[in-house]
């Protein structure tokens, strides 16, 4: 029977680690090393995960001795990039058939921490329109570009779920698109303002089951990638990806006082924590309000 210390051991001596992931994996060996691996579960990486929170960040010890709490929390990214090793321990369990394939992680049902999006880090409308601009000149072969790019901005769709979408999932009437499962394992159902009812109305209308962001001639989604850095670079915005518009979408909402529980039906959030990251928008633009009315 293979402990959790036992698979831990062997992972690190299959592949290089950085300090950073070491350090990471004591963590995960501290929690669980004694325990067969088959028998952790989701509860018990949620208590494990609480004490990560209550200990917060660590300052590296001195001539050999120990790290010690700092009493600053941890950002969410790094709570994530924790749940990420442990994640890959599993991966690496039945890789070597440590555990059968069809063993579900007890990592699967860990929601992520929120990771507020970085100021720098989002689409704002202005800087949407100027991509627009760029798309329509230069996607002259394709034609949908701009489609797509509407449709991520007012949908705050992930980038996959638009790419998925068929004709039949438009409803023109009640101004919907319907994606049957998302990232969270959900359906979801996102209403359509009329920039993006008049983008879908400029393409070329397929088959109910055809993709609307299909390739040039096989019925397949479209590769958007190359065509995409093309208009960022040519925009000024080299090496933003497409979810910026999804965090633009978020942010945007924010900004224009729309609730956190709003948001979350918008974005197609399962909880409030993964809406959080977008209230900043809201908080500074209160912010400057205030500044005007009383500087």
Not at 216 to 223: K, T
Request: charged share 25%; proline share 5%.
């Amino acid at each position: 029977m293979t402990t959790f210390r036992q698979l831990a051991e062997a992972w690190i001596a299959s592949r290089e680690h950085c300090t950073g992931s070491l350090g990471r994996i004591q963590f995960w060996v501290d929690q669980f090393g004694h325990k067969p691996i088959e028998s952790i579960t989701e509860d018990d990486v949620d208590r494990a995960l609480i004490a990560l929170t209550q200990r917060g960040k660590l300052k590296a010890g001195r001539h050999g001795q120990p790290a010690q709490p700092t009493g600053e929390p941890l950002a969410g990214s790094t709570i994530n990039r924790f749940v990420s090793t442990l994640a890959g321990i599993f991966r690496y369990a039945r890789k070597v058939r440590a555990l059968p394939r069809s063993h579900i992680p007890p990592t699967r049902g860990v929601e992520k921490a929120p990771e507020p999006v970085d100021p720098d880090k989002y689409f704002r409308p202005e800087e949407v329109d100027k991509l627009l601009v760029i798309a329509r000149v230069l996607d002259q072969k394709w034609g949908k570009l701009s489609a797509l790019i509407v449709l991520g901005f007012h949908t705050g769709l992930r980038v996959g779920n638009l790419l998925r979408l068929r004709w039949k999932d438009i409803d023109i009437e009640a101004r919907t698109a319907s994606v049957a499962i998302t990232k969270n394992g959900r359906p979801h159902i996102a209403p359509l303002t009329d920039s993006c009812l008049n983008e879908l109305e400029r393409l070329r209308r397929g088959p109910p089951n055809a993709f609307i962001f299909s390739s040039y001639r096989h019925e397949q989604p479209f590769n958007y990638r190359s065509l995409w850095n093309r208009v960022c670079e040519e925009a000024g915005f080299k090496g933003r990806t497409f979810h910026w518009l999804r965090h633009g979408c978020g942010s945007a909402l924010a900004s224009a006082g729309v609730s956190q529980a709003q948001i979350m039906q918008v974005m197609g959030h399962r909880t409030l924590i993964a809406s959080a990251r977008y209230m900043h928008s809201n908080v500074e633009d209160r912010r400057n309000v205030v500044r005007r009315v009383f500087q």
